[in-house]
C-alpha cells in the first residue's frame, strides 16, 4: 500500500477512535448523573385496610395519574384461630424520594383514604399523606 494511503487510513482511524473515545465520556458522565439522582430513592411500602376486590393507590408522586394496583397480603382476610375474620390488607412497594406525598386510594374503582393514616384536607377534599424520610 501506498505511504500516503496508509497515512490517511492512519489518520481517519485516529479521528474515529478519537470521537469514539468523546462519545463514552459523554455517556459515562450522563450515567454517572443518573446513578447520582437515583441513589436518593426511598423504598416505601404503601398500605391500605380495607375490604376490597381490587385496590390502587396514586398520589402527587405520579401527578395523581397511572394508579398503582396493590396486592392483597397473604394473610388478609382469612381467619385467625378464634375463627374471627382478619380485615383486607393491601400492600405495594413505591421508590420515592425523601418528601411529603398526598396520596389516595381507588378501592374498587371508588377513590377513598384509608380512616387508619395521616391525613390532610383542602376544603372538601381530603388525602392520606405519605411521609418519606431520609
Sequence with gaps: MDPAALS??????KDEVD???KLISEKDALLNSVEEDLLGLREVRVEYHGDAAVVEVAGSFNGWHHPIRMEADATSGTQNTSGAR???SWSTILWL???VYEIKFVVDGIWKVDSQQECVKHENIENNILRVHD
Design 97 to 99: 424520594y425523601p418528601g
Design 8 to 13: 490517511i487510513l492512519q489518520e481517519k482511524a
Design 86 to 88: 382478619l380485615p383486607m
Design 19 to 21: 470521537k469514539a473515545r
